[in-house]
T-cell receptor, first 113, second 114 residues
Framework: AQSVTQLDSHVSVSEGTPVLLRCNYSSSYSPSLFWYVQHPNKGLQLLLKYTSAATLVKGINGFEAEFKKSETSFHLTKPSAHMSDAAEYFCVVPYSGTYKYIFGTGTRLKVLA | DGGITQSPKYLFRKEGQNVTLSCEQNLNHDAMYWYRQDPGQGLRLIYYSQIVNDFQKGDIAEGYSVSREKKESFPLTVTSAQKNPTAFYLC?????????????FGDGTRLSIL
């Protein structure tokens, strides 16, 4: 069965320091994977997507993620955090052969001034 | 610009009342979804529709109903049978099955009980 696990429910970083949000997946094959960001009282916005092309994926707002099959990971990174990055982040995988999507439980990122 | 429009942004329900949340998309997507989001519980699937005039229950369909009469529209009714309706409701769409493409989301409707 497919699943995603976000390893941290909360992450705090100082402004200008790197961001690492961790996501591990479970699948019998190389899935598609997505990262979304959600600001308060807003919908989910797609940050980036991996669809079996390049393993290093660049997204919006300076974020990127690397698909590592050997580690079954798809961690989200950003070299330098900005105050506007404070939000909740979700790792998502489509449930193969269905219309459903599997969501991680989310990581709330706090950026300290 | 293509996207998903949810309305209203805030909605209040009285005891015993049914309320309907609107979701419209102009992305020409076949599939549409409704999720409920509660603090600390992530997103839970209420209903989804693969095509016009067809829809399936998700994980928490009890107390909710939907219709899909047009490709662009997928309204959700929260019935009086839903005893705990207070939540943030998100509508989403995707190109279709087996595409492995991401969903697009609206900005949500926050429903509260009066």
């Amino acid at each position: 069965a497919q699943s995603v696990t976000q390893l941290d429910s909360h992450v705090s970083v100082s402004e200008g320091t790197p961001v690492l949000l961790r996501c591990n997946y479970s699948s019998s094959y190389s899935p598609s994977l997505f990262w979304y960001v959600q600001h308060p009282n807003k919908g989910l916005q797609l940050l980036l997507k991996y669809t079996s092309a390049a393993t290093l994926v660049k997204g919006i707002n300076g974020f990127e993620a690397e698909f590592k099959k050997s580690e079954t990971s798809f961690h989200l990174t950003k070299p330098s955090a900005h105050m506007s990055d404070a939000a909740e982040y979700f790792c998502v995988v489509p449930y193969s052969g269905t219309y459903k999507y599997i969501f991680g439980t989310g990581t709330r990122l706090k950026v300290l001034a | 610009d293509g996207g998903i429009t949810q309305s209203p942004k805030y909605l209040f329900r009285k005891e015993g009342q049914n309320v309907t949340l609107s979701c419209e998309q102009n992305l020409n997507h076949d599939a549409m979804y409704w999720y409920r989001q509660d603090p600390g519980q992530g997103l839970r699937l209420i209903y989804y529709s693969q095509i016009v005039n067809d829809f399936q229950k998700g994980d928490i369909a009890e107390g909710y109903s939907v219709s899909r009469e047009k490709k662009e529209s997928f309204p959700l009714t929260v019935t009086s049978a839903q005893k705990n309706p207070t939540a943030f409701y998100l509508c989403a769409s995707s190109i279709g099955v087996l595409s492995n493409q991401p969903q697009h989301f609206g900005d949500g409707t926050r429903l509260s009980i009066l």
